[in-house]
């Protein structure tokens, strides 16, 4: 009788477990899950991208938005994260930790000076960012807009004191489509996506803005792929940002 029950038993625990465990790629099974760091500038896109790359691989995107700079520091300190993307070379090669891939440059970008709508200081170009009165706020130094905008504005020979340096191109914009700002300079993308809260006039100083990306640890590999992918190239393109040369 107890070698019986002890064969009852066994067959109950190995139905338990068979009904009770699945297997990658099962319909019910749960997608996994990358994390990518990105440059808050590359928000609105890689919303897109993400949603693209979860219906062709089944894995979920979480990112995390912030000044490069920022990501950077936040990696080298032990933040977990599968891919990153930065919007300049130079604060990516500031990586310390060791990397599963080779960074790709994946887009590029330009710089524009935004207004408050309408234009209502009436500004023409970067000679007038240094007008007497005029509230002018840009991205820090250690942001790579911050350093892009400072180099439109030595080619264009023009000195702005600015009232803020802001953590990330996003609070630029927001603070000029608030009106708590005259001007700005932003990247094209931003300026597009904020629509018709703000104006737009052209920086032809602007020096071109290359983004790469590279793998944290192999399975974010994927996710940079697909960045230079056609697909991902696609997607990039619709919101304004240049293909990568």
């Known amino acids: 009788m107890r070698r019986t029950l002890a064969i009852a038993l066994v067959g109950v625990l190995a139905a338990a477990c068979s009904s009770g465990s699945r297997r990658p790629g099962e319909a019910n099974a749960k997608p996994h899950t990358i994390t990518v760091f990105a440059a808050a500038s ?102 790579p807009a911050g350093r892009y905008a400072t180099a439109a504005l030595q080619a264009a020979h023009v000195t702005v004191h600015p009232k803020s340096l802001e953590d990330n191109v996003r609070g630029v914009l927001t603070k000029v489509g608030l009106g708590e700002a005259d001007a700005g300079i932003v990247y094209v993308t931003d300026a597009d996506s904020a629509g018709t809260k703000v104006a737009t006039i052209a920086l032809p100083t602007s020096p071109i803005a290359t983004y790469p990306a590279v793998a944290v640890d192999a399975i974010g590999q994927s996710f940079v792929d697909f960045l230079t992918s056609s697909t991902g190239q696609a997607i990039l393109a619709r919101y304004g940002f240049l293909r990568p040369e």
Do not use: C, M, W
């Open 42 to 143: 590359l928000a609105n896109a890689f919303t897109d991208e993400a949603s693209a790359y979860e219906k062709q691989t089944r894995v979920h995107v979480r990112f995390s938005f912030a000044g490069s700079q920022d990501l950077v520091a936040q990696l080298n300190e032990g933040a977990p994260a599968d891919a990153v993307a930065t919007a300049d070379t130079a604060t990516l090669g500031k990586l310390t930790i060791r990397l599963a891939g080779t960074p790709a440059v994946f887009a590029r970008n330009r710089l524009v000076i935004v207004t408050a709508k309408g234009n209502p200081k009436h500004i023409t170009g970067a000679a007038d960012l240094s007008r007497r009165g005029l509230v002018v706020v840009l991205a820090a130094p250690s942001v």
